[in-house]
């Protein structure tokens, strides 16, 4: 039967100029090397330059990937901003990035769900373009997390970084059901409150009126990390009735290899089919997605046709899946 499907037509990522090694975090803060790369697998991170903000490049991202599609600014009339670091309370992050490409039809928004932001924008972008009410989507998922971080803690300064990454989503007619369809063929997003303060930012607009740290329970996130995602895979893999054999890439949030690794093993993912850049940029929040996927397809991993898994779980709690053929 054929209806609208949403395709992924060109990707793109951008890391900020100034890169922070495992050795130079040492001079701040008491840490090693060795500790932070046994524990998370990160050795680098990027950290945006002053003066340069969330739009700024989230803007750098959204150009390569309409390079990459082959589209101008003129093509766009949706942009969602995947953010937990906007440039300002207000407006929208996506509305300064439609002004900066020049953009001048259709919607732009954010989307607040931290580390499962990207996942959370697709489903968005996704089920709005099969209405057809858009035609042509921008998402992006874009972060200065270093603004957020307590550079004295330890415990979480080391494993978090600044970047972004973003697709262009078209609609087109297809056959969802059918043999090798392309474009998003699943989604699954979740939320549970309950567990918010596991993980979360001690400040905000309307109860300290400052912007406030990360502040996390590390083994406890650890522990929910695998089981969420696990369950959410399952389901995605349920919708399509596929199996994970079928997987040719699992693309997971770039939270620490450890998660990765974790999660491969529960899911029976052979880890070279495991797309890892956490090493390169840390956590990167809702970038870290469309960063790896980016840089998989720029490297020749990931081919036209293949069948590709996304995963990931942050603050709120919030966490979900996607599948798509590319
Ligand atoms: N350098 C050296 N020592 C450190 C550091 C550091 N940067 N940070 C903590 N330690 C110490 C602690 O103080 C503690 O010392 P103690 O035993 O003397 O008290 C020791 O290391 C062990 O601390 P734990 O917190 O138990 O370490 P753990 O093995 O749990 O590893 C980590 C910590 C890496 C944070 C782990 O819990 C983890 O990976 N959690 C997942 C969190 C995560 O990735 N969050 C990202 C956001 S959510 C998401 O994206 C999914």
Redesign the pocket.
């Known amino acids: 039967m054929t209806q609208l499907i949403t395709h992924i037509i060109g990707t793109g990522s951008y890391l900020p100029e100034k890169c922070l090694s495992n050795h130079d975090l040492s001079q701040i803060?008491?840490?090693?090397d060795s500790?932070?790369k046994a524990?998370?697998g990160i050795e680098t991170r990027h950290i945006a330059a002053e003066g340069e903000v969330t739009s700024d490049l989230a803007t750098e991202a959204a150009r390569r990937a309409l390079d990459a599609a082959g589209l101008t600014a003129d093509d766009i009339d949706l942009i969602l901003v995947a953010t937990t670091t906007p440039d300002k309370t207000f407006p929208a992050t996506a509305a300064y990035v439609q002004a900066k490409l020049g953009v001048t039809k259709g919607a732009a928004f954010d989307i607040q769900a931290v580390?499962s932001g990207f996942v959370f924008g697709l489903a968005t972008a996704d089920s709005l373009l099969k209405q057809g009410l858009f035609k042509t989507a921008l998402v992006i998922g874009a972060e200065t997390f270093s603004r957020i971080l307590d550079w004295t803690d330890?415990?979480t300064c080391?494993?978090f970084g600044d970047g972004s990454g973003a697709v262009v989503l078209q609609a087109c007619d297809g056959d969802k059901s059918a043999k090798e369809a392309r474009g998003i063929l699943a989604h699954h997003i979740r939320t549970d409150g309950e567990k918010a303060d596991l993980?979360y930012v001690d400040g905000g607009v309307s109860s300290t009126q400052t912007i406030g740290h990360v502040h996390?329970n590390?083994?406890k996130?650890?522990k929910y990390?695998v089981m969420n995602i696990s369950s959410a895979v399952m389901e995605v893999l349920r919708q399509a009735d596929l199996t994970i054999e079928d997987i040719d890439w699992f693309v997971p949030?770039q939270?620490?290899q450890?998660?990765l690794d974790g999660v491969a093993k529960k899911l029976g993912i052979n880890e070279s089919k495991v797309v890892s850049t956490v090493s390169r940029h840390a956590?990167t929040?809702a970038a870290s997605i469309p960063l790896a996927l980016d840089t998989a397809i720029r490297d020749g991993r990931i081919k036209s046709g293949q069948l590709i898994l996304i995963e990931?779980?942050?603050?709120g709690f919030t966490w979900g899946a996607s599948l798509f053929r590319i």
């Open positions: 803060v008491e840490t090693s500790w932070i524990r998370t580390c330890r415990a080391v494993l993980l996390m590390g083994p996130v650890f990390a949030h939270a620490n450890r998660i956590n929040s990931a779980m942050g603050g």
